[in-house]
């Protein structure tokens, strides 16, 4: 989805579950089902995961929906800034090739879901 979709844009008052459930449905399924299959990208999904863990708790936030879904956020704007717009809908990648290619904002997306998933928030 790109920055601007309602479900995902940075400024839309979503509930914290409903944004972790559409983010999931846009980049964790397919994403984790190609991390789980391929242990090299896993390897590079669970290094941007213990990154978001590490900036959570330096920001004092506990792992949770809220602290997530503004972590997710703040990557949204990240990628508007840097020029780099999110995929829209149906265009995340679906293929370990395609996720193995993915830039730094869509795997930090994807670790967020690996966190929540891990953290049974889904």
Sequence with gaps: ?????????????????????????????DGLAAAFAEPGLLAVVDQHAAAVRESLRDAGRPIGAAGLVAYARSVAFAAARMGSPLPGEGAAPTTVAGWSGAGWPLLRLLAVCLIAESAELL
């Design 1 to 29: 989805m790109t920055n601007e979709n309602l479900a995902f844009a940075p400024t839309t008052a979503v509930s914290a579950d409903a944004y972790l459930d559409g983010l999931m449905a846009w980049v964790g399924v």
